[in-house]
Antibody, heavy 118, light 108 residues
Framework: QVQLQQWGAGLLKPSETLSLTCAVS????????WSWVRQSPGRGLEWIGQ???????SDSPSFRSRVSISLDTSKSQFSLNLTSVTAADTAVYYCAKHDSSALFFDYWGQGVLVAVSS | EIVLTQSPGTLSLSPGERATLSCRAS???????LAWYQQKPGQAPRLLLH???NRATGIPGRFSGSGSGTDFTLSISRLEPEDSAVYYCQQYGRSLYTFGQGTKLEIK
């Protein structure tokens, strides 16, 4: 079955870079788009950005170019880097698989809580 | 950015009743671009419906969706205790995915 397993540092200081990786199994990795979504009490569910099967990325204007998403097709993994974090970036971060139409998210990772605190 | 507003904020119903959850978009969206998710505490969101009314794999027939334009509805018939969760709508438009703020469904 489709599985997304994600990991990364859970505690950061302000101005540091958030780095998360998501490993995919059970589905042809190169056939789909992949996204990062975060969730916080104050901002709810918030789409961060996506990487297409060709490696093209796009992200939400809310992140003002702090976001970098990459993929490693040889390992069926994709990663998120978010620079210059602040307390406002404290959230649970999810990786997610798009359906074949890329309009919604049909599988999600387990989520990683990332806290930003000095 | 298209804003999705869900109502009510919280819904408290008894087992066997029918729940009706609303999702209103700030501008008209295509039916194809509207999805619904269920999220239980400590879990990731789970896809329920896509294309406004198409059930995802494994979703019971008690869950149904309708609507068009700016107004969409998720209906859950014959509520069961396991339906207690937060429900989110989500849309895709202008290269951006956005979510509603959620409706919390409590089963008494």
């Amino acid at each position: 079955q489709v599985q997304l397993q994600q990991w990364g540092a859970g505690l950061l200081k302000p101005s540091e870079t958030l780095s998360l990786t998501c490993a995919v199994s059970g589905v042809p990795f190169s056939d789909y788009y992949w996204s990062w979504v975060r969730q916080s009490p104050g901002r709810g569910l918030e789409w961060i950005g996506q990487v297409t099967r060709r490696g093209t990325t796009s992200d939400s204007p809310s992140f003002r170019s702090r976001v970098s998403i990459s993929l490693d097709t040889s390992k069926s993994q994709f990663s998120l880097n978010l620079t210059s974090v602040t307390a406002a970036d404290t959230a649970v971060y999810y990786c997610a698989k798009h359906d074949s139409s890329a309009l919604f998210f049909d599988y999600w990772g387990q989520g990683v809580l990332v806290a930003v605190s000095s | 950015e298209i804003v999705l507003t869900q109502s009510p904020g919280t819904l408290s119903l008894s087992p066997g009743e029918r729940a009706t959850l609303s999702c209103r978009a700030s501008q008209s969206i295509s039916i194809s671009f509207l999805a619904w998710y269920q999220q239980k505490p400590g879990q990731a969101p789970r896809l329920l419906l896509h294309g406004a009314s198409n059930r995802a794999t494994g979703i019971p027939g008690r869950f149904s969706g309708s609507g068009s334009g700016t107004d969409f509805t998720l209906s859950i018939s014959r509520l069961e205790p396991e339906d207690s969760a937060v429900y989110y709508c989500q849309q895709y438009g202008r290269s951006l995915y956005t979510f509603g703020q959620g409706t919390k469904l409590e089963i008494k």
